[in-house]
C-alpha cells in the first residue's frame, strides 16, 4: 500500500545519486536496483535532483530527464520528492516537468545566490509553486541565518508542507518549530548521524544518502526514533558512521563519492561523480570505505 505524502514526509527520504554512464552522460535506468531494492526495505520517499544527486553539477535537461525517469521507475510505489531550484526560469521549468512527472511534492533548493533576500524567496516560491500547478512543497534549508521570523513567513505559504533542516542547530530548528503552524513537518535533513538530535527538537524522519547503499540500516535506524528508543538508534548509527565521516571529508567533497564508491563496490555501477566533487576516494578512504562494507556484510571480503 502506498504511503500517503503526509506519512511519507515523517518517514526517510531517501537521496537518490545520479547515475552517469561511460560517456558521462546521466544514465537513469542504473538506478533500477537501486530504488528497487530501497523500496523492498521499506523505503518512505525517494528523492530524485538532490544534492546527493549532483543537482548542481545537471543542467536542467539533464534534471527533467531525471524526474521523469525515476518516476518511471518508481511506478507509484511511493510517493516521489522532485528537487527543484536554480535560476527561477529553470526551477519554474523543472517544477512543471516534475508535477507532469507526477512528483508526489517539490523540494526546493535554498537559492545560493549571494544576493537573496527573504521576501525575494517569498517570490521565489510562489513563483515556483504557480510553475507546478500548486504541488505541495518541501523547504531545504541549508543556512538559517534567515532567522525565525523569516523561516515563520516562508512556512506560512500555503502550499509549504515542511522544511528538511539541514542547519546543525537543533535548538534553532526548536525555535522555528514553535514559530510556524504545527502542522509544518520538520524532517532532519542530514541524514542518520544528526537525526536523534532532530528527534529530540520535534523533527520526524530524516534525508539519507544510505539508503542507495544500505536501506535496512536506514528503515531500522528510523524505527528505533519512532519509537522513542534513542539507545538503540545511536547503537545503530555507530556501526554505520564511518559511512558517514568518509562523506563528510574534503569540506563534504567526497559526499557522493563515497556513495557512489560504494555501489561500484557492491555492483551497482553509477559512474564516477563530476568535478568540483571529489573523485576517487583516496587510498586511505577507499581501504575504510572497503572495512565498513565488509564488516556490515555488503559486499564479500
Given amino acids: 500500500m502506498t ?44 528523492v530524485v535532483n538532490g544534492n546527493t544527486g549532483e543537482f548542481y553539477a545537471l543542467t536542467t535537461d539533464e534534471a527533467v530527464t531525471m524526474v521523469q525517469a525515476v518516476a518511471g521507475l518508481v511506478a507509484g510505489r511511493a510517493p516521489l520528492l522532485a528537487g527543484v531550484g536554480r535560476g527561477l526560469r529553470d526551477a519554474q521549468r523543472l517544477a512543471r516537468a516534475s508535477a507532469e512527472a ?21 517570490d521565489y516560491l510562489n513563483a515556483v509553486s504557480d510553475a507546478s500547478g500548486g504541488l505541495p512543497m518541501m523547504l531545504y534549508l541549508r543556512n538559517d541565518a534567515i532567522g525565525t521570523r523569516n523561516i515563520a513567513a516562508l512556512c506560512a505559504l500555503p502550499t509549504v508542507k515542511g522544511v528538511k533542516w539541514a542547519t546543525p542547530n537543533p535548538m534553532k530548528l526548536a525555535e522555528a518549530k514553535a514559530a510556524c503552524d504545527p502542522s509544518i513537518v520538520w524532517v532532519g535533513g542530514l541524514a542518520e548521524v544528526w537525526a536523534p538530535s532532530f528527534y529530540a527538537v520535534g523533527a520526524r524522519g530524516f534525508t539519507s544518502g544510505l539508503i542507495n547503499v544500505w536501506p535496512e540500516r536506514s528503515l531500522a535506524i528510523h524505527a ?78
Fill in 3 to 46: 504511503l500517503t505524502l503526509d506519512d511519507a514526509l515523517t518517514g526517510i527520504s531517501g537521496i537518490l545519486v545520479t547515475p552517469f554512464d561511460d560517456k558521462g552522460d546521466v544514465a537513469p535506468a542504473r538506478l533500477a536496483p537501486i530504488i528497487d531494492r530501497a523500496l523492498a526495505a521499506g523505503l518512505h520517499m525517494p
Fill in 224 to 301: 528505533a526514533l519512532e519509537a522513542g528508543d534513542y539507545a538503540k538508534a545511536n547503537a545503530l548509527i555507530a556501526d554505520m558512521r564511518v559511512f558517514e565521516d568518509i562523506r563528510a571529508e574534503e569540506m563534504g567533497g567526497t559526499n557522493v563519492t563515497g556513495v557512489k564508491s560504494a555501489l561500484i563496490a557492491q555492483g551497482l555501477d553509477c559512474g564516477p561523480t563530476r568535478a568540483p566533487s571529489a573523485w576517487p576516494l583516496t587510498e586511505d578512504q577507499s581501504a575504510r570505505m572497503t572495512r565498513f562494507l565488509t564488516d556490515n556484510r555488503l559486499i564479500r571480503g
Fill in 102 to 122: 507526477g512528483a508526489a511534492a517539490l523540494m526546493i533548493h535554498q537559492p545560493p545566490d549571494p544576493f537573496v533576500s527573504p521576501r525575494g524567496i517569498l
